[in-house]
Protein backbone atom coordinates (compact mmCIF):
# COMPACT_ATOMS: atom_id res chain seq x y z
CA UNK A 1 0.00 0.00 0.00
CA UNK A 2 1.02 3.45 -0.97
CA UNK A 3 2.03 5.91 2.12
CA UNK A 4 -0.55 8.53 0.60
CA UNK A 5 -4.46 7.92 -0.15
CA UNK A 6 -5.84 8.38 -3.45
CA UNK A 7 -8.56 11.15 -2.76
CA UNK A 8 -11.76 10.81 -4.94
CA UNK A 9 -14.74 12.91 -4.69
CA UNK A 10 -17.23 12.26 -6.32
CA UNK A 11 -20.09 15.35 -7.02
CA UNK A 12 -23.27 13.02 -6.55
CA UNK A 13 -24.91 10.37 -5.01
CA UNK A 14 -24.71 8.15 -8.54
CA UNK A 15 -21.18 9.06 -8.70
CA UNK A 16 -20.62 8.14 -5.47
CA UNK A 17 -22.08 4.64 -5.81
CA UNK A 18 -19.93 3.98 -8.89
CA UNK A 19 -16.79 4.63 -7.09
CA UNK A 20 -17.98 2.76 -4.20
CA UNK A 21 -18.71 -0.04 -6.65
CA UNK A 22 -15.24 0.50 -8.23
CA UNK A 23 -13.28 0.72 -4.58
CA UNK A 24 -14.89 -1.82 -2.32
CA UNK A 25 -12.14 -1.09 0.29
CA UNK A 26 -12.33 2.64 0.37
CA UNK A 27 -13.05 4.58 3.44
CA UNK A 28 -16.08 7.17 3.07
CA UNK A 29 -15.14 10.07 4.50
CA UNK A 30 -17.58 12.28 6.11
CA UNK A 31 -16.57 14.81 8.64
CA UNK A 32 -13.77 11.92 9.98
CA UNK A 33 -14.40 12.83 13.55
CA UNK A 34 -14.04 9.51 15.19
CA UNK A 35 -11.50 7.67 11.63
CA UNK A 36 -8.91 10.94 11.44
CA UNK A 37 -7.48 10.62 15.02
CA UNK A 38 -7.32 6.70 14.77
CA UNK A 39 -5.56 7.31 11.34
CA UNK A 40 -3.11 10.26 12.70
CA UNK A 41 -2.10 8.41 15.66
CA UNK A 42 -1.25 5.05 13.69
CA UNK A 43 -3.76 2.73 15.17
CA UNK A 44 -5.29 2.43 11.53
CA UNK A 45 -3.31 2.93 8.83
CA UNK A 46 -3.86 4.85 5.60
CA UNK A 47 -6.44 4.29 3.94
CA UNK A 48 -5.48 3.42 -0.23
CA UNK A 49 -8.51 4.86 -1.40
CA UNK A 50 -10.79 7.64 0.04
CA UNK A 51 -13.94 8.56 -1.00
CA UNK A 52 -14.54 11.98 0.21
CA UNK A 53 -18.36 13.02 0.84
CA UNK A 54 -17.49 16.87 0.81
CA UNK A 55 -19.16 17.25 -2.43
CA UNK A 56 -22.22 15.39 -2.61
CA UNK A 57 -24.71 17.87 -1.82
CA UNK A 58 -27.84 15.62 -1.95
CA UNK A 59 -26.50 13.83 1.24
CA UNK A 60 -26.23 17.15 2.68
CA UNK A 61 -29.85 17.97 2.19
CA UNK A 62 -32.19 18.00 5.28
CA UNK A 63 -36.28 18.32 4.33
CA UNK A 64 -39.46 17.39 6.33
CA UNK A 65 -42.85 16.30 4.90
CA UNK A 66 -46.03 15.74 7.25
CA UNK A 67 -44.98 12.29 8.41
CA UNK A 68 -40.87 12.55 9.09
CA UNK A 69 -37.66 14.22 8.95
CA UNK A 70 -35.37 13.46 6.19
CA UNK A 71 -31.66 14.20 6.79
CA UNK A 72 -29.11 13.60 4.50
CA UNK A 73 -26.07 11.22 5.95
CA UNK A 74 -23.37 13.68 5.35
CA UNK A 75 -25.38 16.68 7.03
CA UNK A 76 -23.31 17.86 10.21
CA UNK A 77 -24.27 18.07 13.38
CA UNK A 78 -24.64 21.89 13.00
CA UNK A 79 -26.54 21.80 10.46
CA UNK A 80 -29.14 20.00 12.25
CA UNK A 81 -29.14 21.93 15.37
CA UNK A 82 -29.25 25.03 13.77
CA UNK A 83 -32.35 24.34 12.47
CA UNK A 84 -33.77 23.53 16.39
CA UNK A 85 -37.13 22.58 17.24
CA UNK A 86 -40.04 22.15 16.15
CA UNK A 87 -38.82 20.23 13.19
CA UNK A 88 -35.76 18.75 15.23
CA UNK A 89 -37.36 16.93 18.16
CA UNK A 90 -35.50 18.08 21.44
CA UNK A 91 -33.87 15.05 22.58
CA UNK A 92 -31.98 14.95 19.24
CA UNK A 93 -31.08 18.90 20.39
CA UNK A 94 -30.15 18.20 23.38
CA UNK A 95 -28.04 15.08 22.92
CA UNK A 96 -26.21 16.94 20.30
CA UNK A 97 -25.55 20.06 22.06
CA UNK A 98 -24.08 17.46 25.44
CA UNK A 99 -22.53 15.67 22.81
CA UNK A 100 -20.44 17.93 20.65
CA UNK A 101 -19.17 21.46 21.28
CA UNK A 102 -19.93 23.90 17.86
CA UNK A 103 -16.42 22.86 16.53
CA UNK A 104 -17.20 19.27 17.12
CA UNK A 105 -20.31 20.03 15.42
CA UNK A 106 -19.03 21.94 12.45
CA UNK A 107 -17.16 18.55 11.37
CA UNK A 108 -19.14 15.47 12.63
CA UNK A 109 -21.31 14.05 10.51
CA UNK A 110 -24.59 12.04 11.41
CA UNK A 111 -23.93 9.36 9.23
CA UNK A 112 -20.54 9.27 10.22
CA UNK A 113 -21.91 8.62 13.86
CA UNK A 114 -24.44 6.13 13.24
CA UNK A 115 -21.78 4.15 11.17
CA UNK A 116 -18.65 4.42 13.40
CA UNK A 117 -19.59 1.68 15.40
CA UNK A 118 -20.15 3.38 18.48
CA UNK A 119 -23.23 2.04 19.59
CA UNK A 120 -22.72 3.99 23.19
CA UNK A 121 -22.63 7.49 21.36
CA UNK A 122 -25.38 9.58 22.91
CA UNK A 123 -26.70 10.51 20.25
CA UNK A 124 -27.86 7.13 18.99
CA UNK A 125 -30.06 6.55 21.55
CA UNK A 126 -32.62 9.59 20.23
CA UNK A 127 -32.34 8.04 17.11
CA UNK A 128 -33.59 4.38 18.23
CA UNK A 129 -36.55 6.20 20.78
CA UNK A 130 -37.72 7.60 17.24
CA UNK A 131 -37.87 4.42 15.39
CA UNK A 132 -35.60 6.05 12.93
CA UNK A 133 -34.95 4.55 9.70
CA UNK A 134 -31.86 4.07 7.42
CA UNK A 135 -31.37 4.52 3.67
CA UNK A 136 -28.81 2.33 2.37
CA UNK A 137 -27.51 2.38 -1.52
CA UNK A 138 -25.56 0.16 -3.51
CA UNK A 139 -25.61 0.98 -7.33
CA UNK A 140 -27.71 -2.06 -7.83
CA UNK A 141 -30.25 -1.45 -5.28
CA UNK A 142 -31.59 0.25 -2.41
CA UNK A 143 -33.31 -0.56 0.84
CA UNK A 144 -34.71 1.10 4.15
CA UNK A 145 -33.79 -0.43 7.60
CA UNK A 146 -34.85 0.23 11.15
CA UNK A 147 -31.79 1.87 12.91
CA UNK A 148 -31.98 -1.24 15.47
CA UNK A 149 -31.51 -3.89 13.52
CA UNK A 150 -28.33 -1.74 11.75
CA UNK A 151 -26.41 -1.92 14.58
CA UNK A 152 -26.07 -5.03 16.21
CA UNK A 153 -26.35 -6.72 19.47
CA UNK A 154 -22.49 -6.40 19.21
CA UNK A 155 -22.31 -3.09 18.40
CA UNK A 156 -21.05 -4.14 14.78
CA UNK A 157 -22.58 -2.32 11.64
CA UNK A 158 -24.60 -4.03 9.17
CA UNK A 159 -22.98 -2.26 6.29
CA UNK A 160 -22.38 -4.74 3.57
CA UNK A 161 -19.31 -4.09 1.00
CA UNK A 162 -20.07 -1.25 -1.75
CA UNK A 163 -23.26 -0.27 0.08
CA UNK A 164 -23.46 3.30 1.57
CA UNK A 165 -25.68 5.42 4.05
CA UNK A 166 -27.12 7.72 2.57
CA UNK A 167 -30.34 8.87 4.49
CA UNK A 168 -31.56 9.38 8.01
CA UNK A 169 -35.72 9.10 8.22
CA UNK A 170 -36.99 10.13 11.44
CA UNK A 171 -41.11 9.68 11.84
CA UNK A 172 -42.65 12.62 13.42
CA UNK A 173 -44.82 11.96 16.50
CA UNK A 174 -47.01 14.07 18.78
CA UNK A 175 -45.70 13.88 22.10
CA UNK A 176 -46.59 15.85 24.92
CA UNK A 177 -43.18 15.65 26.84
CA UNK A 178 -39.54 14.66 25.77
CA UNK A 179 -36.44 14.33 28.14
CA UNK A 180 -32.86 13.83 27.51
CA UNK A 181 -30.16 13.20 30.08
CA UNK A 182 -26.78 12.22 29.94
CA UNK A 183 -23.58 11.51 32.94
CA UNK A 184 -19.97 10.58 31.76
CA UNK A 185 -18.94 7.71 33.79
CA UNK A 186 -15.35 8.09 32.71
CA UNK A 187 -14.33 11.23 32.15
CA UNK A 188 -11.47 10.46 29.90
CA UNK A 189 -13.63 9.24 27.65
CA UNK A 190 -16.96 11.23 25.89
CA UNK A 191 -17.87 7.98 24.26
CA UNK A 192 -18.45 6.18 27.37
CA UNK A 193 -21.24 8.10 28.79
CA UNK A 194 -25.00 6.81 30.35
CA UNK A 195 -27.49 8.75 28.11
CA UNK A 196 -31.20 8.30 28.49
CA UNK A 197 -33.92 9.87 26.45
CA UNK A 198 -37.79 9.36 26.77
CA UNK A 199 -41.34 10.87 25.00
CA UNK A 200 -44.72 10.06 26.19
CA UNK A 201 -48.04 11.12 24.29
CA UNK A 202 -51.37 11.39 26.71
CA UNK A 203 -54.76 12.08 26.48
CA UNK A 204 -56.81 13.14 29.22
CA UNK A 205 -53.82 11.56 31.51
CA UNK A 206 -54.17 8.07 29.63
CA UNK A 207 -50.79 7.28 28.55
CA UNK A 208 -51.05 6.31 25.05
CA UNK A 209 -47.72 5.73 24.04
CA UNK A 210 -44.44 6.01 26.10
CA UNK A 211 -40.93 5.02 24.87
CA UNK A 212 -37.69 5.22 26.79
CA UNK A 213 -33.64 4.17 25.18
CA UNK A 214 -30.73 4.15 26.81
CA UNK A 215 -27.37 4.82 25.44
CA UNK A 216 -24.16 3.21 27.85
CA UNK A 217 -25.77 0.45 28.92
CA UNK A 218 -24.74 -2.15 26.38
CA UNK A 219 -22.98 -2.00 23.10
CA UNK A 220 -25.66 -0.28 21.40
CA UNK A 221 -28.17 1.75 22.72
CA UNK A 222 -31.16 -0.23 24.84
CA UNK A 223 -34.82 -0.18 24.03
CA UNK A 224 -37.48 -2.93 25.38
CA UNK A 225 -41.01 -2.45 23.39
CA UNK A 226 -41.97 -5.00 26.00
CA UNK A 227 -41.10 -3.20 28.48
CA UNK A 228 -42.88 0.46 26.60
CA UNK A 229 -45.88 -1.58 26.56
CA UNK A 230 -46.43 -2.23 30.30
CA UNK A 231 -47.46 1.60 31.08
CA UNK A 232 -50.00 2.23 27.82
CA UNK A 233 -53.79 3.22 29.33
CA UNK A 234 -51.92 3.70 32.64
CA UNK A 235 -53.11 7.01 34.38
CA UNK A 236 -50.82 9.53 35.53
CA UNK A 237 -49.78 10.52 38.30
CA UNK A 238 -48.05 7.21 39.28
CA UNK A 239 -48.88 6.47 42.96
CA UNK A 240 -44.85 5.75 44.33
CA UNK A 241 -45.45 2.12 45.38
CA UNK A 242 -46.48 1.71 41.27
CA UNK A 243 -43.49 4.01 39.89
CA UNK A 244 -41.74 1.68 42.28
CA UNK A 245 -42.91 -1.39 40.28
CA UNK A 246 -42.08 0.09 37.16
CA UNK A 247 -38.27 0.79 37.96
CA UNK A 248 -37.71 -2.82 39.40
CA UNK A 249 -39.15 -4.11 36.47
CA UNK A 250 -37.06 -1.49 34.22
CA UNK A 251 -33.90 -3.58 36.04
CA UNK A 252 -34.83 -6.48 34.95
CA UNK A 253 -35.64 -5.88 31.28
CA UNK A 254 -31.96 -3.97 31.33
CA UNK A 255 -30.10 -7.37 32.68
CA UNK A 256 -28.70 -9.11 29.58
CA UNK A 257 -28.70 -12.44 29.80
CA UNK A 258 -25.24 -12.83 29.09
CA UNK A 259 -23.47 -11.94 31.88
CA UNK A 260 -20.44 -10.61 30.22
CA UNK A 261 -22.52 -8.15 28.70
CA UNK A 262 -23.50 -7.19 31.85
CA UNK A 263 -23.63 -3.17 32.39
CA UNK A 264 -21.67 -1.63 35.68
CA UNK A 265 -23.85 -1.06 38.03
CA UNK A 266 -23.19 2.36 38.04
CA UNK A 267 -24.59 2.74 34.17
CA UNK A 268 -27.46 0.63 35.27
CA UNK A 269 -28.55 2.80 38.36
CA UNK A 270 -28.03 5.79 36.64
CA UNK A 271 -30.45 4.57 33.99
CA UNK A 272 -32.87 3.34 36.36
CA UNK A 273 -32.49 6.66 38.16
CA UNK A 274 -33.69 8.76 35.23
CA UNK A 275 -36.39 6.91 34.27
CA UNK A 276 -37.34 7.51 38.13
CA UNK A 277 -36.87 11.82 37.96
CA UNK A 278 -38.67 11.54 34.29
CA UNK A 279 -41.38 10.38 36.04
CA UNK A 280 -41.48 12.46 38.94
CA UNK A 281 -41.74 15.47 36.61
CA UNK A 282 -44.31 14.15 34.56
CA UNK A 283 -45.91 14.11 38.43
CA UNK A 284 -45.19 17.64 39.30
CA UNK A 285 -45.97 18.70 35.45
CA UNK A 286 -49.05 16.85 35.03
CA UNK A 287 -51.18 20.12 34.93
CA UNK A 288 -48.43 22.15 32.53
CA UNK A 289 -48.33 19.35 30.32
CA UNK A 290 -51.08 19.63 27.01
CA UNK A 291 -52.99 16.55 26.75
CA UNK B 1 -1.18 15.82 -2.90
CA UNK B 2 -0.87 19.65 -3.74
CA UNK B 3 -3.00 21.33 -1.62
CA UNK B 4 -4.29 25.30 -2.46
CA UNK B 5 -5.86 27.25 0.12
CA UNK B 6 -6.57 30.87 1.64
CA UNK B 7 -4.92 30.92 4.23
CA UNK B 8 -4.82 34.47 6.60
CA UNK B 9 -6.04 36.11 3.55
CA UNK B 10 -2.94 34.91 1.26
CA UNK B 11 -3.79 32.02 -1.31
CA UNK B 12 -1.02 29.01 -0.55
CA UNK B 13 0.26 25.92 -2.17
CA UNK B 14 1.59 23.16 -0.43
CA UNK B 15 2.63 19.67 -1.15
CA UNK B 16 1.20 17.43 2.11
CA UNK B 17 0.17 13.98 2.48
CA UNK B 18 -3.59 13.71 2.32
CA UNK B 19 -3.97 12.64 6.14
CA UNK B 20 -1.84 15.18 7.65
CA UNK B 21 -3.61 17.33 9.63
CA UNK B 22 -4.24 20.89 9.17
CA UNK B 23 -2.87 21.51 12.75
CA UNK B 24 0.61 20.33 11.72
CA UNK B 25 0.05 22.27 8.25
CA UNK B 26 -0.01 25.42 10.27
CA UNK B 27 2.54 24.54 12.71
CA UNK B 28 5.08 22.83 10.65
CA UNK B 29 4.73 24.31 7.20
CA UNK B 30 3.50 28.07 8.04
CA UNK B 31 5.60 28.02 11.34
CA UNK B 32 1.94 29.38 12.85
CA UNK B 33 2.08 28.61 16.38
CA UNK B 34 -0.91 30.46 17.80
CA UNK B 35 -2.62 27.30 16.69
CA UNK B 36 -1.65 24.85 19.40
CA UNK B 37 -0.76 21.45 19.74
CA UNK B 38 -2.62 19.33 22.64
CA UNK B 39 -4.79 16.42 22.84
CA UNK B 40 -4.84 16.12 19.28
CA UNK B 41 -8.05 14.39 19.82
CA UNK B 42 -10.40 17.36 19.37
CA UNK B 43 -11.62 16.91 23.30
CA UNK B 44 -9.17 20.19 24.52
CA UNK B 45 -10.07 22.82 21.32
CA UNK B 46 -6.72 24.62 22.12
CA UNK B 47 -6.21 23.95 18.17
CA UNK B 48 -9.40 25.71 16.87
CA UNK B 49 -9.62 27.62 13.32
CA UNK B 50 -12.01 28.74 11.41
CA UNK B 51 -12.08 27.32 7.99
CA UNK B 52 -14.73 28.76 5.94
CA UNK B 53 -15.96 31.00 8.73
CA UNK B 54 -16.93 27.76 10.58
CA UNK B 55 -15.06 26.90 14.00
CA UNK B 56 -13.43 23.41 13.28
CA UNK B 57 -10.51 21.24 15.47
CA UNK B 58 -7.76 21.59 13.21
CA UNK B 59 -6.40 17.81 14.81
CA UNK B 60 -8.89 16.98 13.02
CA UNK B 61 -8.72 18.33 9.96
CA UNK B 62 -7.03 16.37 6.91
CA UNK B 63 -5.24 18.46 4.46
CA UNK B 64 -7.32 16.91 1.38
CA UNK B 65 -10.17 18.39 3.20
CA UNK B 66 -8.43 22.19 3.01
CA UNK B 67 -7.99 21.93 -0.57
CA UNK B 68 -9.67 25.47 -1.91
CA UNK B 69 -10.88 26.40 1.42
CA UNK B 70 -10.17 29.93 3.46
CA UNK B 71 -8.19 29.22 6.62
CA UNK B 72 -8.08 32.06 9.45
CA UNK B 73 -5.93 31.18 12.69
CA UNK B 74 -5.33 33.73 15.03
CA UNK B 75 -2.45 35.47 13.57
CA UNK B 76 -4.79 35.84 10.68
CA UNK B 77 -7.70 37.54 13.49
CA UNK B 78 -4.89 39.60 15.01
CA UNK B 79 -3.88 41.58 12.08
CA UNK B 80 -7.74 42.53 11.44
CA UNK B 81 -7.87 45.73 13.03
CA UNK B 82 -11.22 44.22 15.10
CA UNK B 83 -9.21 42.09 16.88
CA UNK B 84 -8.21 44.97 18.92
CA UNK B 85 -12.00 44.57 20.32
CA UNK B 86 -10.79 40.80 21.83
CA UNK B 87 -7.48 41.65 23.31
CA UNK B 88 -8.56 44.45 25.35
CA UNK B 89 -11.29 42.32 26.65
CA UNK B 90 -9.59 39.36 27.49
CA UNK B 91 -6.59 41.76 28.92
CA UNK B 92 -8.95 44.03 31.06
CA UNK B 93 -11.16 41.54 32.64
CA UNK B 94 -8.06 39.33 33.28
CA UNK B 95 -9.06 36.34 31.25
CA UNK B 96 -5.85 34.94 30.05
CA UNK B 97 -4.86 33.20 32.46
CA UNK B 98 -1.80 31.22 31.84
CA UNK B 99 -2.21 32.15 27.93
CA UNK B 100 -2.15 28.48 26.58
CA UNK B 101 -5.98 28.29 25.33
CA UNK B 102 -6.42 32.23 25.09
CA UNK B 103 -5.74 31.84 21.18
CA UNK B 104 -7.98 28.93 20.47
CA UNK B 105 -10.96 31.07 22.97
CA UNK B 106 -10.35 34.36 20.93
CA UNK B 107 -11.17 32.03 17.67
CA UNK B 108 -14.17 30.48 19.37
CA UNK B 109 -14.92 34.31 20.58
CA UNK B 110 -15.44 35.08 16.94
CA UNK B 111 -16.69 31.81 15.77
CA UNK B 112 -19.61 32.76 18.37
CA UNK B 113 -19.88 37.00 17.42
CA UNK B 114 -19.47 36.40 13.66
CA UNK B 115 -22.84 35.07 13.90
CA UNK B 116 -24.58 36.28 16.91
CA UNK B 117 -23.21 39.91 18.49
CA UNK B 118 -25.77 40.07 21.52
CA UNK B 119 -25.45 36.15 22.82
CA UNK B 120 -26.40 35.20 26.14
CA UNK B 121 -24.61 33.49 28.92
CA UNK B 122 -25.48 30.17 27.70
CA UNK B 123 -25.10 30.91 24.16
CA UNK B 124 -21.41 31.92 25.48
CA UNK B 125 -21.01 28.68 27.44
CA UNK B 126 -22.12 26.55 24.35
CA UNK B 127 -20.16 28.09 22.17
CA UNK B 128 -16.68 27.67 24.56
CA UNK B 129 -18.07 24.28 25.59
CA UNK B 130 -15.23 22.48 23.13
CA UNK B 131 -12.29 24.68 25.04
CA UNK B 132 -10.56 23.36 28.42
CA UNK B 133 -8.60 25.70 30.62
CA UNK B 134 -6.37 24.13 32.53
CA UNK B 135 -5.87 26.73 34.75
CA UNK B 136 -9.53 27.33 35.25
CA UNK B 137 -11.51 30.49 36.01
CA UNK B 138 -13.73 30.22 33.54
CA UNK B 139 -16.02 33.10 35.04
CA UNK B 140 -13.62 35.70 33.76
CA UNK B 141 -13.68 34.52 30.30
CA UNK B 142 -17.72 34.37 29.88
CA UNK B 143 -17.28 38.20 30.89
CA UNK B 144 -14.47 39.14 28.56
CA UNK B 145 -16.34 37.31 26.05
CA UNK B 146 -19.33 39.14 27.00
CA UNK B 147 -17.21 42.46 27.08
CA UNK B 148 -16.26 41.95 23.55
CA UNK B 149 -19.64 41.55 22.14
CA UNK B 150 -20.42 44.37 23.66
CA UNK B 151 -17.67 46.38 22.35
CA UNK B 152 -18.38 45.07 18.34
CA UNK B 153 -21.83 46.00 18.81
CA UNK B 154 -20.41 49.74 20.34
CA UNK B 155 -18.27 49.73 17.16
CA UNK B 156 -21.04 49.16 15.05
CA UNK B 157 -23.78 51.39 16.69
CA UNK B 158 -26.02 48.65 17.82
CA UNK B 159 -27.39 48.41 21.06
Known amino acids: MSDDSIILRPQNIHELLVMANEYPLAVIYAGGTSLFPQISSGLKEIPSHTISLEHVQEMNHISRTEKYLEIGARANLEKIYSIGPPVIPDTLLKAIRETASPSIRNISSIGGIICSGKGSSSILAPLYLFDTLLEIRSLSRSRWIPISRFISEKGSIQLREKEVLTRIRIPFGEWNYQNYRKSLYNSKSRDESLSFCACIRLSKNIILDLRFAFGGVSKRPFRNREFEILFLGKKIPFRTEELNALISELQFYLSPKDEKEKPIAYQTRCALEYCRYFFEEINLGIHHIPG | ?159
Open chain 2, 1 to 159: MTIEFILNNKKVKIESPAYQSLLDILRIDFNLMGTKSSCRSGECGACLVLVNRDLVNSCLYPAFKVHNKEVLTIEGLASLKEYQIYENAFTELEATNCGFCTPALIMATEGLLSHNNNPSDEEIKDALSGNICLCTGYDKILLAVKEAAKLKRKKKNVR
